[in-house]
């Protein structure tokens, strides 16, 4: 009896400390850790609360940084559209209360708006394209598609503008014949906007490699070239709706912050991964293309 008595009285004290440490969690203290006695039913909702605590712990902290990102995203886009709109704006009233000193100032401050105009649309046009391709119901258009010939002929197509900055296109092809299924005009905008993208970044003689090699799901593709100021925290980031480091936002250079997100979600789309690296002062971009 003695016995069963203890036995009773140690799982009563048992129900109190556990009902006790309920009333703390109720009061909002999530860090509460329950300590775990035995391997009774006891012992089973102690851990069960334990683990309730540690996924609304999870969830608060994912809503954190949805809040966080949120928050960077409109700033981000404000920042976007703001730049734009104000010499839009400031052009038009400028011609609007015909205060130009003469008609080829009136033409460049036209030219100027036109241009801007056409920046904004682009902005808006990608931005409908991400949306899109976030559509649960998004098909692809597969077939067969030399990966080895349809990099060589992006590079061709890109090189005149390479030159410009007198910049050098290393293609470092596969010795391998490479042909996956995939969608042609998705995959071709994603190649698109990594070489554009390096060709904007790189300052001018320097060298973008693009690497083709054979993968046991299908290809291996990088894009590579020099950049400055890149953090190795940053590297995620870039694939973030309308996120441009501070160096490049602050730049010269036309940017929405879109296409990687784009890119990303192409390459989602087909099973595949893209991800980040920095080696040295290269920032290099891999894709792991399946098909």
């Given at each position: 009896?003695?016995l069963?008595?203890l036995g009773i ?6 129900i109190?400390y556990?009902?006790?440490?309920i009333?703390?969690?109720s009061?909002?203290?999530?860090n509460?850790?329950l300590?775990i006695?035995?391997?009774?039913e ?6 069960a609360?334990n683990?309730m ?8 902290e ?7 990102m ?7 886009i ?6 734009p ?5 400031g052009?038009l009233?400028?011609?609007?209360t ?13 030219e ?17 394209e ?5 559509d649960?119901?998004?098909?692809l ?6 990966i ?17 900055k ?6 470092k ?8 299924n ?34 046991l799901?299908?290809?291996?593709i ?9 953090k ?31 890119v ?18 290269e ?6 293309l399946r098909?």
């Amino acid at each position: 009896i003695i016995l069963i008595y203890l036995g009773i009285r140690k799982k009563v004290k048992y129900i109190e400390y556990i009902y006790s440490a309920i009333n703390e969690i109720s009061k909002g203290n999530l860090n509460y850790d329950l300590r775990i006695e035995g391997k009774d039913e006891l012992a089973y909702v102690a851990n069960a609360i334990n683990l309730m605590e540690k996924n609304i712990l999870d969830m608060i902290e994912k809503e954190r940084k949805n809040d966080n990102m949120q928050r960077e995203l409109i700033t981000n886009i404000s920042h976007d559209l703001k730049t734009p709109l104000t010499i839009i704006v400031g052009y038009l009233d400028i011609i609007r209360t015909s205060s130009c000193k003469s008609k080829d100032e009136e033409h460049k401050y036209i030219e100027t708006t036109y241009e801007k105009a056409l920046v904004l649309q682009n902005m808006v046009l990608k931005l409908f394209e991400l949306v899109k391709l976030g559509d649960k119901d998004t098909a692809l258009n597969k077939s067969d598609v030399n990966i080895n010939k349809l990099l060589k002929q992006v590079i061709t197509e890109y090189s005149p503008i390479a030159d410009t900055k007198n910049i050098k296109i290393e293609y470092k092809d596969s010795q391998d014949t490479i042909v996956l299924n995939v969608d042609l005009d998705k995959i071709c905008r994603v190649f698109d906007n990594l070489i554009n993208n390096a060709i904007k970044y790189s300052k001018e003689n320097e060298k973008i490699t693009v690497t083709l090699e054979k993968d046991l799901s299908g290809a291996l593709i990088s894009f590579r070239n020099k950049c400055e100021n890149v953090k190795e925290e940053d590297l995620d980031k870039f694939f973030n709706r309308f996120y441009r480091s501070d160096k490049a936002r602050n730049s010269s250079i036309e940017g929405s912050g879109i296409g990687l997100s784009i890119v990303k979600r192409i390459i989602e789309l087909h099973n595949s991964h893209i991800w980040t690296e920095l080696h040295d002062s290269e920032i290099w971009f891999i894709i792991r293309l399946r098909g």
